[in-house]
Nanobody, 121 residues
Framework: QVQLVESGGGLVQPGGSLTLSCAAS????????MGWYRQAPGKQRELVAG???????NYPDAVHGRATISRDNVKNTVYLQMNSLKPEDTAVYFC???????????????RGQGTQVTVSS
């Protein structure tokens, strides 16, 4: 069974930065697309970033310019760097992976347990 383990969440002040990590139990080179989605209390899941095996990235408007996703195929780890964090970025962030055409907060093959990110002063 594929396991994805997130780390790096925590409390960050507005305007701050953090980097989330997602370590996979298998070679991520075998996973076509990796990504992150987030879910805040009472809100729908929201895709934060996606990256294909070939390095093509995708960001929604809400985080465009503030988020950077990357994958290290040697360490089998995917990273999400977030800058200029806002209180509305507060959510549980989930790492996902899939071998379909695309990836979304409801379409994936693998998912981690999530890591809480809280942006507050």
């Amino acid at each position: 069974q594929v396991q994805l383990v997130e780390s790096g969440g925590g409390l960050v002040q507005p305007g701050g930065s953090l980097t989330l990590s997602c370590a996979a139990s298998i070679s991520i080179s075998s996973i076509y697309v990796m990504g992150w989605y987030r879910q805040a209390p009472g809100k729908q899941r929201e895709l934060v970033a996606g990256i294909t095996r070939g390095g093509i990235v995708n960001y929604p408007d809400a985080v465009h310019g503030r988020a950077t996703i990357s994958r290290d195929n040697v360490k089998n780890t995917v990273y999400l760097q977030m800058n200029s964090l806002k209180p509305e970025d507060t959510a549980v962030y989930f790492c996902i992976g899939g071998n379909g055409v695309g990836i979304s907060p409801t379409e994936y093959d693998y998912r981690g347990q999530g890591t809480q990110v809280t942006v507050s002063s």
